[in-house]
Structures are given as C-alpha cells and as structure tokens.
Nanobody, 124 residues
C-alpha cells in the first residue's frame, strides 16, 4: 500500500493548512487511516485517526484546532489544521492499518503502512 501526503508548507501563526493523504488501490476498504507528527528531536506523536465508518479517535482531539475526515470513494484522508502555532511545526505522516483495538491507535508500531511525510512549518 502506498500513501502519498500533500498540502504541507510554511504558514504564519494563526494560519491554516489542509493536509491530504491518498492511499493506493491496494488498501483495504476497512482500513483505519490516521495522522502522526514528528517535531525535530521528538518522538512521533499520534494526532488523530478515523475509521472507515467515520469514527474519530480520540473523540476529543489532542488539538481541537484540528479536524480529521476521509473520503472512502477516493481512499483519501484529510487533516484540517486551523489557528496554527509554532509548536505545530513538524513532519506530518499519514498511516493506515487494519481495524484492531482502538487503545493501540497512539502506538506507531501498531500501524501497517506509512507515507513519506509532509513538512509543516509555522513561523512568523
């Protein structure tokens, strides 16, 4: 399965970006899709995930400024990020996996496929 992210870039604080991730046709339709991010010198951090049926995890997103959505017909997941802050600067990774216990969603080792990442930089 190939995942290709897009939509990253450089924005000023308070700006918005929408990241997209398209999965190849080999991805099972039942797959959960999600986003992680990794800032320089930090561990890769779980941001959000969405199941095929649209359930979002965590229900109260770590960042309420972010919204995750997916279009199953297009095998695409989106991450809308608003009111961006400097601390949001990171490489954002898309990932996908077969459905399993939702408690393991934040564990990056429990995801099956990864994209190459897209850089988001928030700077004045």
């Amino acid at each position: 399965v190939e995942l290709v992210e897009s939509g990253g870039g450089t924005v000023q604080p308070g700006g918005s970006l929408r990241l997209s991730c398209v999965a190849s046709a080999g991805m099972a339709s039942s797959s959960t899709m999600g986003w992680f991010r990794q800032a320089p010198g930090k561990e890769r951090e779980f941001v959000a995930a969405i199941t095929m049926r649209g359930y979002i995890y965590p229900e109260d997103l770590l960042e309420p400024r972010f919204t995750i959505a997916r279009d199953n017909a297009k095998n695409t997941v989106y991450l809308q990020m608003n009111a961006l802050k400097a601390e949001d600067t990171a490489i954002y990774y898309c990932a996908t996996r077969q459905p399993r216990n939702s408690n393991s969603l934040p564990d990056r080792h429990q995801w099956d496929y990864w994209g190459q990442g897209t850089q988001v930089t928030v700077v004045s």
